[in-house]
């Protein structure tokens, strides 16, 4: 079984206060985000738990590999990045099409993500991803189970949890819940560098540029201003933050006595 | 310009978030079309009438009535071919959010998510969302013929129209290859206790307790002031609360006067089940959480040992607010009573509490 485990796909709001609109994550920092992590975690255990290799993809800018190394340390056996100047400006549907190409060529059996759970557009960049694949998704999952043609997800939903079955090859979005990542050994770590990195642009995969990028994007942000503060915390932080200040202010605002 | 809202009709109703969605399309202009999804969608057609839809399709095949997205899509699909709709909203739920997407993909259409608010400039529309922990304002419009935008739960207020003619259609799903089988659904079972929804206090705890002691901390608090005891979602998924007690996007959504949040970071998913409650007092380890910026007191301390000391100053005082409420006469000075010495007539409550007092140091 080929398992993808895609990472830096993390939005921008949660990576950097650039934009919160912007799809294309970076590979640059040194450490794999916890949500990564978990996606990655999960590729492992389910290639250990049967004969799996696990491939790591990221659709990012490759100022230096930090995060595809520690992806590999985890016991990844290759990487495949995506890395293109004509990404610049891509959203959700832009990103969606690189994600898919991807994954079209990979051909996996099943392709894992996680998002910062708030990130509630890390569900729809793979539901956009799998509708283009024509491919099933299962989104905000916290336990999976993969048998020899289909997957068993649980995730939680408004109405309560539910289980839902879908056909391989099929896409997951794992929840953050799913598991405890591992911590890679030194020894694992120092074999990360030698393991191979295949660097693909848009023409790899077939992507006419003006798909992508900017003129690829069906939203474009045109303004951002400093929002209004709602509420002004008052802060008890070192040694006034006791319990007598904190009843003292339930009993100023007449919650107590 | 047409605009179609999607609607999950559940429990023989409709959210108010959604209600919210449809009286912001009707200030859009142009026409609004509802489309009712659930067994019990025809009998709820006059209410989406009544907050500005024109035009209302009922799907009530018990297809519609799983949380799946992809009978959805197909549905959506067609009635935008069929009916020209170039505006699809609606409000964020886990399914909505997997449908709108699909759909932007399926129509290739630009998607804003995370709106709370739509405002027509001129020839333009433009969405508005919160990012950077709701500290900064993002404009974005759309570049696409077909424009899809998905509103953060609870942004947007209903607001009842004068009633209007409304045509009302029933429609069947579409064949689509379901890929993705419902094997399972659990439901929410009802709770024992008192209800979160409408509770007035709110003590809820969230991954910071660290330990499940800890959350028996919560109930004591809870208890003592007369409130309702929370979860969010990690300790639902650790399994150390029932679904019932999830505050959240996807658990209740409530709006208490007073909400004190031990150990909870205040992510999104979080935040929009809560963030209308008046008083919101959170208690982390963490300045930087960002629940610290939207409350009213932000308390950087450990829950395992602030609690215990507020539940005892509470109980040393009696002060906690059920016990205000049933206690006759007027309301006395009890800012004198500490470590369980009366310094002033006590009341019959106080004398209880420093009986419990005397008793637990003897």
Not at chain 1, 54 to 80: D, I, K, N, Y
Not at chain 2, 4 to 19: G, K, N, W
Not at chain 2, 77 to 95: P, Q, Y
Request: aromatic residues 4%.
């Amino acid at each position: 079984m080929k398992i993808l485990a895609c990472i830096c796909t993390a939005t921008g709001a949660a990576v950097s206060d650039a934009d919160a609109f912007e799809r294309r994550g970076r590979a640059g920092r040194s450490v794999l985000s916890p949500y990564d992590a978990r996606a990655v975690e999960q590729a492992l255990r389910l290639a250990e738990a049967g004969d799996g290799e696990v491939v790591v993809a990221a659709v990012a800018t490759a100022t230096e590999l930090g995060q595809l190394r520690e992806a590999l340390a985890f016991g990844a056996s290759r990487a495949v990045l995506v890395d293109d100047a004509a990404l610049d400006g891509s959203d959700l549907i832009a990103i969606s099409r690189v994600l898919a190409a991807l994954i079209r060529t990979e051909r996996p059996d099943i392709a894992i993500a996680c998002f910062w759970s708030g990130d509630i557009d890390g569900s729809l960049l793979w539901a956009a991803t799998a509708e283009r694949l024509g491919w099933p998704v299962v989104t905000q999952v916290s336990a999976l189970e993969v048998r020899k043609e289909d997957v068993i997800a649980r995730r939680q939903v408004e109405v309560g949890d539910i289980a839902v079955v879908a056909p391989l090859p099929c896409l997951i979005e794992v929840a953050e819940s799913i598991n405890r990542p591992r911590y890679p050994t030194i020894k694992a770590k120092v074999a990360a560098k030698t393991k191979p990195v295949h660097l693909c642009t848009l023409s790899d995969l077939g992507i006419a540029p003006e798909l992508v990028g900017s003129r690829g994007a069906g939203t474009v942000r045109t303004a951002l201003t400093a929002a209004p503060s709602g509420r002004e915390p008052r802060l008890l932080a070192g040694s006034a933050a006791t319990a007598e200040a904190v009843v003292a202010f339930l009993r100023e605002r007449e919650f107590v006595r | 310009m047409t605009t179609l809202v999607p609607i999950d009709v559940t429990d023989r109703m409709i959210r108010d978030d959604a209600l919210g969605v449809l009286s912001k399309a009707a200030t859009l202009g142009g026409e609004v079309a509802a489309l009712l999804c659930g067994p019990t969608a025809a009998a709820l057609a006059v209410q989406a009438a009544e907050y500005g839809a024109s035009h209302i399709f009922v799907a009530e095949d018990p297809e519609f009535a799983k949380p799946l997205s992809a009978p959805r899509v197909a549905l959506v699909a067609e009635l935008c071919t069929r009916g020209g709709f170039d505006l699809i909203l609606a409000s964020t739920t886990t399914v909505a959010g997997d449908m709108m997407a699909s759909l932007a993909a399926r129509l290739e259409a630009g998607i804003l998510w995370g709106l709370t608010d739509l405002q027509r400039r001129g020839d333009a529309l433009v969405g508005l969302r919160l990012a950077q922990n709701d500290s900064v304002i993002v404009e974005a419009v759309w570049t696409t013929k077909r424009r899809i935008g998905l509103f953060r739960p609870y942004a947007l207020p209903p607001v009842r129209r004068p009633a209007t003619a409304a045509r009302v259609e029933s429609i069947s799903p579409v064949a689509t290859q379901t890929q993705v089988r419902l094997l399972e659904c659990s439901g929410i079972s009802e709770s024992n206790g008192p209800s979160l929804s409408n509770a007035e206090i709110i003590v809820a705890g969230g991954r910071g307790l660290g330990v499940r002691e800890n959350l028996e901390l919560v109930r004591s608090l809870a208890a003592l002031l007369g409130g309702v005891a929370g979860v969010s979602l990690p300790l639902v998924e650790a399994g150390w609360a029932p679904r019932s007690m999830q505050i959240g996007q996807t658990g209740t959504v409530v709006r208490p006067r007073l909400y004190i949040a031990c150990g909870i970071s205040g992510q999104i998913q979080h935040r929009v089940g809560m963030e209308r409650a008046g008083t919101i007092v959170a208690i982390n380890t963490d300045p930087t959480a960002p629940i610290m910026n939207f409350c009213d007191l932000a308390v950087v301390a450990d829950v395992g040992t602030i609690v215990p000391e507020i539940i005892r100053i509470l109980q040393q005082r009696g002060a906690a607010k059920d016990k205000l409420e049933t206690r006759p006469g007027p309301i006395r000075q009890v800012d004198a009573i500490s470590l369980g010495r009366v310094q002033s007539e006590p009341s019959p409550n106080l004398a209880a509490s420093r009986a419990q007092i005397t008793r637990s140091e003897t």
